[in-house]
C-alpha cells in the first residue's frame, strides 16, 4: 500500500524524528514535510532522504489562521508528484501507534474509505459557519493572550453580528454548500485529494471566504468531501474517531493533553492508528513500544 505521509512542522522534535524515521524506512512510503516559513529549514534537512521530501513554497503559519488551510493545499498540490493510494496528513508532534505492516493491512481491508472526524455528540456541538461568517481581528490568532485581549475577544464575540460580519460570505452565501467541522487531521485517499483541489479550482471563491475564519482549517476540507456523495467516511462503531487519531481533549492540564510514558496503555487500548499531542523531548524508548516490528 503506497502511503503519503504530509507533515506540517515549526520546530525539531523527538517525535518529527521519529516518525519521519520510521515510516521512510518502508519503500512503499513517502514523507512530504512543509515547514513553517518562520522556522529555519537547515535544521531539518538532515531528514532528508530518497522518501522524504521538503515542499518549497513555505508558508507563514499561525495559530488559528487562514495559512493553516493554505499549508495543507499546498502538501497536497505537491504530493500529486509522487505515487500513494492514501495521504496523511500529520503534526510533528504525532507519532504511529501501529506498525506500517498493520497499517497496510487495514488499509487494504477499508479501501474505499476516507479516514475522517467529524464533530459528533460526543462532544459538546460548535456551528461551523460561525467560524466562517465573521471577520475575526489579527490577535484572535495570538495562542498566549493578556487580559485585555481576552476582554476585547468578549467584546468581539458580544458584537460580531454588528461590527464583524464576514461581507464576502454575505455577499455569496446563497452559493455556499452546508458547512461541516471536524478534527483537521485526516487520511484521505488520492481520490479525495484530486477531488478537494478540483473543487477549490473550481470555485476560487470559496478559499476567499476563509480568509479571516478561525480555525477554519477544522470547516473547510470537512465542507469541499461533504459536496461529494460518491466519497464514503470510514464511520465503525468500534472506532470512536474516525480518523484514527487518539488526542485526549478530557485530561488536561493542556487541551489536547502533551502525551508521555503515563499514557501508554490507554493509548495502546485506543486501537487508532496516530496520536497527538506527544511530548517534544518524548524518550525514543517511549516511541519505539507501540511498533513491535521497529528496525530503529
Known sequence: MNKLFAITCHKL???????VAYFSSFEENTIL?????????????????????????RIDILWGNVSQIVSTI??????????????????GDDIPLKTNEELN??????KKYDFIHYQDGNTPYINPENRI??????FFFLKKKSVFMR????????????????????KYKSDLPKFYKGTNWFGLKVSTIKYILEYISDNPRFLDIFE????????????IIKTNSKIIVFDNPSYGHKALRYIDWTSGPEYPKILNDEDTQNMKKSNYFFARKVHEKSKDSFMKSFLTDSIL
Request: aromatic share 22%; proline share 2%; charged share 25%.
Open 74 to 91: 499546498e502538501l497536497m498540490k505537491y504530493s500529486l508528484k509522487y505515487k500513494y493510494d492514501f495521504f496523511f496528513l500529520l503534526s
Open 212 to 223: 479571516k475564519s478561525i480555525c477554519g482549517d477544522e470547516v473547510f476540507f470537512h465542507t
Open 13 to 19: 522534535t523527538q517525535p518529527l524524528i521519529h516518525t
Open 33 to 57: 514535510i512543509h515547514v513553517d516559513k518562520k522556522s529555519n529549514i537547515e535544521d531539518f534537512l538532515f531528514l532528508k532522504a530518497n522518501n522524504v521530501h521538503f515542499i518549497e513554497n
Open 133 to 138: 461568517k465573521y471577520s475575526y481581528p489579527s
Open 151 to 170: 476582554l476585547k475577544k468578549l467584546f468581539v464575540y458580544a458584537s460580531r453580528d454588528i461590527f464583524y460580519k464576514n461581507i464576502l460570505f454575505n
Open 105 to 110: 493491512t487495514f488499509l487494504y481491508e477499508n
